[in-house]
């Protein structure tokens, strides 16, 4: 393939392509990618060019539009990447993955455990099943007071089995 015909192929081609490529792609780097990755093709197909039975430019946008799907039908088939980031960089720090809530769902279920069958049915009642007290009250047959009470001892149970540090009361603190 002849260098000057890619050359006059892109001096013709090469605004129309990068500004259809930049709509599509909405990102100008990207678009450029395109536009290059759609000229090599032409390269490796000379004979597109030198057909004068169709148009080469609208083989050129089929091409890019082609480039343009593939792309993104590549990207929606892989996971997504996270990038490392520092805690102190303008986005922020990485999420934590999924593994950090596990072992904390395994400490809480742990902790669950350790509890008295009362107490442990009190939390299961009011926070996984979501019920308010007098819901609960009425689920387990006992009075909205009781259900209350053991809540209360059933928590200040759990932050002492998983060491959470409860805030100390003083004499300033409660005033």
């Known amino acids: 393939m ?14 129309m392509l990068l500004a259809y490529a930049t709509r599509l792609t909405g990102d100008r780097a990207a678009a450029e990618d395109v536009v290059q ?12 060019l030198g057909n004068r039975k169709g148009s080469v430019r609208g083989w050129l946008l089929t091409v890019a539009r082609n480039i343009v799907t593939d792309r993104a039908r590549a990207r929606a088939a892989r996971p997504t990447e996270v990038a490392e980031q520092s805690p102190n960089s303008a986005n922020g720090p990485v999420e934590r993955d999924h593994a950090d809530h596990v072992v904390n769902s395994m400490v809480v279920l742990e902790a669950l455990d350790a509890l008295s069958p009362e107490h442990r049915e009190v939390l299961v009642e009011i926070y996984y099943r979501g019920r308010s007290m007098v819901e609960a009250a009425q689920a387990l047959g006992i009075p909205p ?15 002492g089995i998983v060491g959470v540090n409860q805030p100390a009361r003083t004499r300033e603190g409660a005033r």
Not at 2 to 15: P, T, Y
């Open 2 to 15: 002849d260098e000057a015909l890619i050359k006059s192929v892109f001096d013709e081609h090469g605004g």
């Open 37 to 48: 990755e759609t000229l090599f093709r032409a390269w490796k197909h000379p004979e597109v």
């Open 145 to 159: 007071g009781t259900v209350k009470s053991r809540c209360y001892y059933a928590l200040r149970a759990l932050r």
